[in-house]
T-cell receptor
């Protein structure tokens, strides 16, 4: 099992550019989510999904789009990057069904810099 | 929505001493409280969790306590070792089928040899 795989690990963008952070999990988890990590701010929830075709906003959704066409994939799109989106992004997944504990499994993170 | 406050933001202890990190949550319906450890440059990983029907849980040198009335929970690390140095995050989740987990701001723990 690869677990949760994120790509790319590093990315530099110019203001106004768009990009997609990819996230895939091979654990058949229903729940997938994106967090951003900034110094002193902890892990803040951007968007999450409880299954294919279902997405919802988290704490800081502005400037980001997501889709969930399959159970395995949950890409995060930045339509017009801004310097305030410079951060480390983590994708995380967990089981929901069958009395699962809900433990979140994180990807390795993607460091994004917007100039 | 749920809000989680975590204190202190930094904590420095001598090796062998105990460390305590405290969190408060806002949603009285929250029923699941995990703690994650993040070593430098690594991903967060679950170290211990507690559910609202339990007041305390231990796993070797770490323990978590929960006070539902006061809406706060704490992480206790005894006999700290240099390898305990990391950022620790608390989190809370309200009962639903969304799985949404809200994190605190994190505590940087430094254990001095």
């Amino acid at each position: 099992n690869a677990g949760v795989t994120q790509t790319p690990k590093f990315q530099v963008l110019k203001t106004g550019q768009s990009m997609t952070l990819q996230c895939a999990q091979d654990m058949n988890h229903e729940y997938m989510s994106w967090y951003r990590q900034d110094p002193g701010m902890g892990l803040r929830l951007i968007h999450y999904s409880v299954g294919a075709g279902i997405t919802d906003q988290g704490e800081v959704p502005n400037g980001y789009n997501v889709s969930r066409s399959t159970t395995e994939d949950f890409p995060l799109r930045l339509l017009s990057a801004a310097p305030s989106q410079t951060s480390v992004y983590f994708c995380a997944s967990s089981r929901l069904a069958g009395g699962a504990t809900g433990e979140l499994f994180f990807g390795e993170g993607s460091r994004l810099t917007v100039l | 929505g749920e809000n989680v406050e975590q204190h202190p933001s930094t904590l420095s202890v001598q090796e062998g001493d105990s460390a305590v990190i405290k969190c408060t949550y806002s949603d009285s319906a929250s029923n699941y409280f995990p703690w994650y450890k993040q070593e430098l440059g690594k991903r967060p990983q679950l170290i211990i969790d507690i559910r609202s029907n339990v007041g305390e849980k231990k796993d070797q040198r770490i323990a978590v306590t929960l006070n539902k009335t006061a809406k706060h929970f704490s992480l206790h690390i005894t006999e700290t070792q240099p390898e305990d140095s990391a950022v620790y995050f608390c989190a809370a989740r309200a009962p639903s089928n969304t799985g949404k987990l809200i994190f605190g701001q994190g505590t940087t723990l430094q254990v001095k040899p």
